[in-house]
Nanobody, 120 residues
Framework: QVQLVESGGGLVQAGGSLRLSCVASGRTFSSYAMGWFRQAPGKEREFVAAMGSTSYADSVKGRFTVSRDNAKNTMYLQMSSLKPEDTAVYYC?????????????????WGQGTQVTVSS
């Protein structure tokens, strides 16, 4: 059974930083593409970053960095220069493929999400 658990969200002022973590269990972590998505109230879940081959949404490029520690089965999202528009619930997802995807419906497993709130 695959499980993903996110942590590290919180309240931060604009310009601040946070690091999110996603711990995976139940599968060989390094064999599958992983992604970060976010969902703001009233909006669809949107792509943020992915690992397999690293990719970022244009809105976060240069501010966010995705990384993984295979020994710890953990993926990270280092977020810097945060803006109020980054406010959302952040989710990590895992595909049953090594190829990344920018589409939430192509991910098979999701964590419960962690809230990130950026105040102006």
């Amino acid at each position: 059974q695959v499980q993903l658990v996110e942590s590290g969200g919180g309240l931060v002022q604009a310009g601040g930083s946070l690091r999110l973590s996603c711990v995976a269990s139940g599968r060989t972590f390094s064999s599958y593409a992983m992604g970060w998505f976010r969902q703001a109230p009233g909006k669809e879940r949107e792509f943020v970053a992915a690992m397999g081959s690293t990719s970022y949404a244009d809105s976060v490029k240069g501010r966010f960095t995705v990384s993984r520690d295979n020994a710890k089965n953990t993926m990270y999202l280092q977020m810097s220069s945060l803006k109020p528009e980054d406010t959302a619930v952040y989710y990590c997802g895992s595909r049953s493929s090594s190829r990344i995807s920018y589409y939430a419906n192509e991910y098979d497993y999701w964590g419960q999400g962690t809230q990130v709130t950026v105040s102006s």
